[in-house]
């Protein structure tokens, strides 16, 4: 399941749905409008195997690493995220669920740097052309 902060816009979740990938969205489908940060950690743990997608840069924690969910901090504008979204999903290296589960990755223009459950270092990975 794919998990949306409440600062993602209506406009990008749509955008995603039209691309046919689903999306639920805190505030709207899972969990309660206003919820603080505090608060999303405890519910993706409720809902089983996630990737939680936030702009919020503050969950770009290797503490947060966790075999149940994935988190992944998108660090481009409110308008870019739909395609920064679809793009980490399709990547070669995450594109199923059981490959992101467990790690806690920013996605960027740049490309993927993320910290892996058990791992000794932060990883970073170019987009491929």
């Given at each position: ?110 490309g993927l740097r993320y ?15």
């Amino acid at each position: 399941m794919n998990v949306l902060d409440e600062n993602i816009p209506d406009s990008q979740r749509q955008l995603l749905r039209g691309w046919r990938i689903p999306v639920r969205q805190i505030g709207h489908e899972v969990g309660r409008a206003g919820a603080k940060d505090d608060a999303v950690i405890p519910l993706l743990h409720r809902l089983g195997p996630v990737t939680f997608f936030t702009r919020d840069l503050g969950f770009y924690d290797r503490e947060l690493c966790h075999s149940r969910y994935a988190v992944v901090v998108l660090a481009v504008g409110q308008y870019e995220t739909a395609s920064l979204i679809r793009r980490v999903l399709k990547h070669p290296g995450l594109k199923a669920s059981s490959q992101r589960l467990g790690k806690v990755i920013q996605a960027s223009h740049t490309g993927l740097r993320y910290w892996e459950l058990r791992a000794a270092e932060e990883i970073f990975l170019r987009w491929r052309p």
